[in-house]
């Protein structure tokens, strides 16, 4: 009986449902600290931070403390951290960078993003693209353009695009038939006297050299080893001859194009490459006179030296 008792208490809402009475309890202590509790919290926070908009803009709190320059003040102390590094990297030669331990792991962290927003979309992460995308593996020590870090170099501030002409006006059935099998025996190691007469015959030699093993001034394949720039498929192999790469006159050829990255570093790669082969110095280059000044840079030379190093690790290096 004491419970009913204690309902009796209790001040009823007067509401009676067929003998069901509604009560006028008031809520739980707890209940309502926690809810006066929030409401000062919201309070508080809207005098200290940033909250009510305005029409342009929004309160600012007393704090002032925004979300971006949170984000400004760490990406600050990361440059921070950074600079001594990339002040010194500036200042040393490529041979004196492949010795430096610490300076490599700098690199190759810093390298990681900058292959990730630029380079990854083609190659692959970590230079490894899917299998039967069109495009160079660049973890492995197979190159097209040569493997030292200067050619690599060249290879991102230049931009590259392999040349082979489409054949398919110029060779027979059997002719292509013959050749095909000439690439895939050449890729074992088989010998195929009368496609390598045809290979002489139609000047494949010309770019792929007279050992197959391709030639990095015209970034030719090796056709000798058993790794595929496309693939090693018979009708692909078939499909290179008869339509080339690159070849704007044919509509099935196959496009393999590698962005330019600093037209700026490749034009000045190559006058310091002419100025020691003339026997001159570096030094006495005058930038000015030979640079015009309006050349287009995607990428900073520091970032493309970077790039290059990097790469040449994954491949092992050459
Ligand atoms: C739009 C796609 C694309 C992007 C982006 C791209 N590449 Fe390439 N890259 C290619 C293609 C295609 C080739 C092969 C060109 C050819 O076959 O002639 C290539 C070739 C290369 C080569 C020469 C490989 C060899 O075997 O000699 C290097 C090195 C290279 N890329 C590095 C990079 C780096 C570093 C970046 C980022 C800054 C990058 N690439 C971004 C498509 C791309
Ligand atoms: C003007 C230069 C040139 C000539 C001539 C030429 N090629 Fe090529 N060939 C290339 C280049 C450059 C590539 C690589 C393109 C690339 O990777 O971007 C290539 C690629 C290939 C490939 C693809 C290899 C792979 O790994 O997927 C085959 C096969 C091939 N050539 C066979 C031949 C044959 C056979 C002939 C003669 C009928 C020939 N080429 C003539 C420049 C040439």
Redesign the pocket.
Known sequence: MAEKEEYEKVKDTGHNWDGITELDNPPPRWWLNALYLSGLFVLVYLILYPSLPLVHDSTKGLLGWTQIGEYKEALAVMEERRAPYEEKFSQMTIEEVLVDADMLNYISASSKV??GD??A???GVGGQPPQGA???V?ADD??????TID??MM??AKG???LMPAHAGALTKQEVNLLTQFVIDSSNGVKNEAGRALYDEFGCAMCHGDDAKGDKYA?SANLTDRVW?FSGEEEQVRRTILHG?NDSFDPQTRL????Q?SEKMALMLEIKADVLNGGEKVEDINWEDELSGDETER?SESDIKK?AIY?HQLGGGE
């Open positions: 900058l292959f630029n380079c979309a083609c190659h069109a495009y160079p660049l197979d190159w097209l353009y040569g493997g050619e690599i290879s991102i590259r695009i392999g970034g720039r790469v393999a194009m590698m962005p990255w990428l790039l790469v």
